[in-house]
């Protein structure tokens, strides 16, 4: 008897078994991009974009925008499910947009927020919308994507094809503000026009001291931020050669580069010097009667790419020590690492010492591979 009823105490048992805290589907909405605005009366104006089932045939997914007020975002977050009567997901979000506004203000309230928040997604990229609000971003039309949140991530992952911008998930920024001796930043996002459309246009950097913005790199600025911040160098890099009178452009694509930056305290004096080597494959050459079989030509094209990226790098050096001063590449950082005695003496006062350290540039480029024709190519008279 005790077996059979053992087993049906078993039984029942297993037809018991379920989550006592689950949540059904059909309440959930999921989230692929969010924004935040400033709000009435100090508050916060959160839009959430949403993907909506449409049916037909075949059955599409939709963006859908919903926006809702709060004197947070969490409170804000909470009054949106009165409007759409679901419950938010976040669990595969892509991007948080910031205003121009709201960034001005700060952002450290609502990055923390995402920080804490164990149902927000901290690998989630983050941006600020620049001229636009970020409701505006999200209501405009995503290319070749089915979302903007989803069109933002994508564009992130391809970053090292075209660098003039610098991906910055949640846990980054957070950390970059906790960091002494460097300066966060945020890819930025312009809407410009399509035809009768307005797509988003991720390009440039908005610059941080703190939480709150303060300035803009531009899109050229903005490649050579990448190329400190990641000691690499990707992508096409382009240059005017004169020859014979005439100035054409040529363009190479980076194969192979090592970016040094290398701290010198001397005399209790600092100084920093950033070097550059690269070998690059040759794609386009301008001028259609150079002969790039020459040794002294080969050199002149590298020599020409050398002071391309040297002045490229000190206009960027300008921008961020007399401009804007502030050190995004985290030069501070550097220094910190390498030299701590340094550090302890120029740490407390790194922000007014940064605009007048010296620094010094050199590069050194090699033409290694060559994707056009060493000749010219000439036609039978």
């Not at 960034?103 to 690998?123: C, K, L, P």
């Not at 703190?210 to 382009?238: E, M």
């Not at 240059?239 to 305290?265: C, H, M, Q, S, Y």
């Not at 690269?278 to 386009?284: I, N, T, Y």
Request: glycine residues 8%; negative net charge; proline residues 5%.
């Amino acid at each position: 008897m005790r077996r059979p009823l053992l087993l049906l105490i078993l039984a029942v048992a297993a037809l018991l078994v379920g989550c006592w805290d689950y949540t059904e589907v059909e309440t959930l909405t999921f989230a692929m991009g969010a924004g935040l605005d400033p709000g009435p009366e100090g508050g916060s104006t959160l839009t959430v974009e949403t993907l909506a089932v449409q049916g037909g045939d075949p059955t599409q997914l939709v963006p859908y925008v919903t926006t809702a007020t709060g004197i947070t975002m969490f409170t804000a977050l909470r009054n949106m499910a009165n409007i759409t009567g679901k419950q938010v997901f976040f669990g595969h979000i892509q991007a948080m947009v910031f205003s121009e506004e709201f960034a001005r203000s700060g952002v450290g309230e609502a990055v923390g927020f995402i920080q804490r928040d164990v149902g927000i997604r901290t690998n989630m990229w983050l941006f600020v919308a620049k001229g636009s609000s970020a409701e505006d971003v999200f209501k405009a039309e995503a290319p070749l994507g089915t979302s903007v949140g989803h069109y933002l991530g994508r564009v992130m992952r391809l970053e090292d094809r075209n660098p003039i911008f610098v991906p910055i998930q949640v846990w980054e920024f957070n950390r970059a503000l906790s960091e002494e001796g460097v300066r966060p930043t945020m890819p930025v996002i312009e809407l410009v026009e399509i035809g009768d459309t307005k797509v988003p246009r991720v390009a440039g950097s908005a610059v941080f001291k703190s939480d709150k913005l303060v300035g803009w790199l531009d899109d050229k600025d903005s490649r050579i931020l990448h190329y400190l911040l990641k000691r690499q160098i990707t992508g096409v890099i382009v240059t005017d050669l004169e020859f014979r009178g005439e100035t054409k452009p040529i363009a190479a694509e980076v194969n192979t580069a090592k970016v040094e930056i290398i701290p010198k305290w001397e005399q209790e004096q600092l100084s920093i010097s950033i070097d550059v080597k690269m070998g690059v494959d040759l794609h386009e050459i301008g001028h259609p009667v150079l002969d790039y079989s020459q040794k002294d030509l080969k050199r002149m094209l590298e020599e020409a790419f050398a002071r391309q990226m040297k002045r490229d790098i000190e206009h960027f050096m300008h921008t961020i020590q007399q401009g804007l001063q502030a050190d995004v590449v985290g030069f501070g950082n550097v220094v910190k690492k390498r030299i701590p005695s340094a550090w302890r003496q120029l740490g407390p006062e790194w922000e007014e010492l940064f605009p007048h350290v010296p620094v010094s540039v050199r590069v050194a480029v090699l033409i290694t591979e060559t994707g056009t024709l060493a000749k010219p190519l000439t036609g039978r008279p």
